[in-house]
């Protein structure tokens, strides 16, 4: 089953003004993104913006692109607004890619797509891998998650989890071996017919406290599917620090 690609791109970002248009490695960073969608298999690639000069440097490339409000408080909202706009059929898969992600691979973007295709029960996809160290598990920019035996997801959180009593009770933890955490990866696959009832239920108090919108699928019962991701993608952008670590890492391929 094919899949669309909706990339939010928001201008106005609090951390980093302008993020999309901000140049890395020659280019600005939207069109990093938008060069791995075109290496996915997608059928259909549509950048949604709040800003026209965002829209005006999508020109250039093989995608559409989308007005959408400027008063949506997630991406999954300005993805609704793309629904609704374009009235997508109802079961049309749509990956969310995140456009302060340069360095996704297209190979994770065939992933979440094809596994929602293959999964009829499970509401959304995602991804995850391996933790690395310590240091990323207490680190409350790092989302966790733990799954079922079927690898659905149980739970996400900014904390460690699942918590390991013997290993995290002293000052200074150690682990030896990190194969029960897993360290989720925020691109997202959905039915265009679940984001219409996932926007209408509102937020819940679990995704406020967490400050984690796909806990409001977990608290009214759905499942989302996870993938461990064949690739591990490269870091997103969201200071002018992991702007230039970016950079470094784009200008190292050329």
């Known amino acids: 089953m094919s899949f669309h690609?909706?990339?939010?791109?928001r201008y106005a970002s609090g951390r980093l003004p302008g993020k999309p248009l901000r140049e890395i490695a020659g280019k600005p960073m939207i069109a990093h993104v938008i060069d791995n969608a075109l290496q996915s298999d997608a059928e259909r690639i549509i950048v949604a913006t709040d800003d026209p000069r965002i829209m005006e440097a999508c020109t250039d490339f093989a995608v559409e692109c989308c007005m959408t409000s400027e008063q949506h408080?997630?991406?999954?909202?300005?993805?609704?607004?793309?629904i609704e706009k374009f009235a997508l059929p109802d079961g049309t898969i749509i990956v969310n890619m995140q456009?302060?992600?340069?360095?996704?691979?297209?190979?994770?973007?065939?992933?979440?797509g094809h596994a929602l295709a293959r999964d009829s029960e499970a509401e959304m996809a995602t991804l995850s891998t391996p933790a690395e160290s310590v240091e990323e598990l207490f680190d409350w920019n790092v989302i966790k998650l733990v799954c079922d035996h079927q690898d659905n997801a149980l739970y996400?959180?900014?904390a460690p989890i699942p918590w390991d009593r013997e290993a995290f009770q002293s000052p200074a933890p150690t682990l030896d071996d990190f194969s029960d955490f897993q360290r989720h990866i925020g691109l997202y696959a959905y039915r265009a017919g679940f984001i219409k009832?996932?926007?209408?239920?509102?937020?819940?108090a679990?995704?406020?406290?967490?400050?984690l919108e796909q806990l409001r699928?977990?608290?009214?019962?759905?499942?989302?599917?996870?993938?461990?991701?064949?690739?591990?993608?490269g870091p997103g952008v969201n200071t002018e620090e992991e702007l230039k670590r970016v950079e470094k890492i784009l200008l190292a391929q050329q």
């Open 5 to 9: 690609i909706v990339i939010p791109a």
């Open 73 to 82: 408080n997630s991406g999954t909202e300005r993805v609704h607004e793309v």
């Open 99 to 112: 456009g302060d992600e340069p360095l996704m691979p297209g190979a994770c973007l065939n992933q979440v």
């Open 156 to 158: 996400f959180s900014r």
């Open 197 to 204: 009832q996932y926007i209408e239920w509102g937020s819940c």
């Open 206 to 211: 679990l995704e406020r406290i967490e400050s």
């Open 217 to 233: 699928v977990l608290y009214h019962g759905r499942k989302i599917k996870v993938v461990r991701a064949a690739q591990v993608p």
